[in-house]
T-cell receptor
Framework: GAGVSQSPSNKVTEKGKDVELRCDPI?????LYWYRQSLGQGLEFLIY????????KSGLPSDRFSAERTGGSVSTLTIQRTQQEDSAVYLC?????????????FGNGTRLTVT | DQQVKQNSPSLSVQEGRISILNCDYT??????FLWYKKYPAEGPTFLIS?????DKNEDGRFTVFLNKSAKHLSLHIVPSQPGDSAVYFC???????????FGTGTRLKVLA
């Protein structure tokens, strides 16, 4: 099964709690992205990792959001003190090179609901 | 500052007919345009792309057209099949960079 794997698939949490979302990219893919899709919205860029380079965090909506990529493979997206507006589907994607001739491969996402 | 715009949130088409999905963009810096398809509870999957040096790219039932003067991108599906029912996103990216900008999506329903 060589696709991008995300866990959990669904997460319901209370406002104010912290959550961690996990992404296992395709083996050998150097680029990893996090996007989110809120209801009725497009895919919103959050953060990008490429190899050992410093990540592009320009899309993170607030300092409650952070992400890590350990060993150039697995990534975790952490949301602290969750708010109701954080409710969305969080999508992880990887690509071989992180360039436009290397399309993104998405996981099935984590649906986060903050009550 | 939205740089790709899908103005039609939904589209219904009869099976066997042509589906045309549209996307407008706001400047010409970006060199690649892509279409992704998304089924419920799944991640988007890559469908077809086109470079800004081309006007057309075809792959089976799917053809993407790029009208640079109008800054308009379209995806044609012919003949449409019920399995094509999904949300379609257009996206764009600049040559040599990694950032993809996505539209808000168009939900296509192909009626049997």
């Amino acid at each position: 099964g060589a696709g991008v794997s995300q866990s959990p698939s669904n997460k319901v949490t209370e406002k104010g709690k912290d959550v961690e979302l996990r992404c296992d990219p395709i083996s050998g893919h150097t680029a990893l992205y996090w996007y989110r899709q809120s209801l009725g919205q497009g895919l919103e860029f959050l953060i990008y990792f490429q190899g050992n380079s410093a990540p592009d965090k320009s899309g993170l909506p607030s300092d409650r959001f952070s992400a890590e990529r350990t060993g150039g493979s697995v990534s975790t997206l952490t949301i602290q003190r969750t708010q109701q507006e954080d409710s969305a589907v969080y999508l992880c994607a990887s690509s071989l090179l992180g360039l436009n001739n290397s399309p993104l491969h998405f996981g099935n996402g984590t649906r986060l609901t903050v009550t | 500052d939205q740089q790709v715009k899908q103005n039609s949130p939904s589209l219904s088409v009869q099976e066997g007919r042509i589906s045309i999905l549209n996307c407008d963009y706001t400047n010409s810096m970006f060199d690649y345009f892509l279409w992704y398809k998304k089924y419920p509870a799944e991640g988007p999957t890559f469908l077809i792309s086109i470079s800004s040096i081309k006007d057309k790219n075809e792959d089976g039932r799917f053809t993407v057209f790029l009208n640079k003067s109008a800054k308009h991108l379209s995806l044609h599906i012919v003949p449409s099949q019920p399995g094509d029912s999904a949300v379609y996103f257009c996206a764009r990216t600049t040559s040599g960079t990694y950032k993809y900008i996505f539209g808000t999506g168009t939900r296509l329903k192909v009626l049997a």
